[in-house]
Nanobody, 126 residues
Framework: QVQLVESGGGLVQPGGSLRLSCAAS????????IGWFRQAPGEEREGVSC????????YYADSVKGRFSISRDNAKNTVHLQMNSLKPEDTAVYYC???????????????????WGQGTQVTVSS
């Protein structure tokens, strides 16, 4: 059974940083695509970033390019999302999920991902 568990969320001031983690069990992150999504109150879930299995190709939404960085720790079977220069509009619940690949088309359809974690709240506020 595949299980993904997010952690690392919290309250941070604008301009601050957080590192989210997605710990996997039942699947090896080195061999599967892991995507990060976020959902703000009243908004649809949107794709933020993704890292593909094996070669580790990455995808970033335009809104986070240059500020967020996704990486994979194969020894810990965990995917991280480093978030820098955070803005109030980054406030949302962040989820990780398993997919079959990483590109804009797949990230535009969150239902194409599965094994969703429970989410971790990120609040950017002064």
């Amino acid at each position: 059974q595949v299980q993904l568990v997010e952690s690392g969320g919290g309250l941070v001031q604008p301009g601050g940083s957080l590192r989210l983690s997605c710990a996997a069990s039942g699947v090896t992150v080195d061999y599967t695509a892991i995507g990060w999504f976020r959902q703000a109150p009243g908004e649809e879930r949107e794709g933020v970033s993704c890292i593909s299995g094996r070669v580790g190709l990455t995808y970033y939404a335009d809104s986070v390019k240059g500020r967020f960085s996704i990486s994979r720790d194969n020894a810990k079977n965990t995917v991280h999302l480093q978030m820098n220069s955070l803005k109030p509009e980054d406030t949302a619940v962040y989820y990780c999920a398993r997919g079959s690949g990483c590109n804009a088309q797949r990230m535009a359809v969150p239902t194409s991902f599965n094994s969703w974690g429970q989410g971790t709240q990120v609040t950017v506020s002064s």
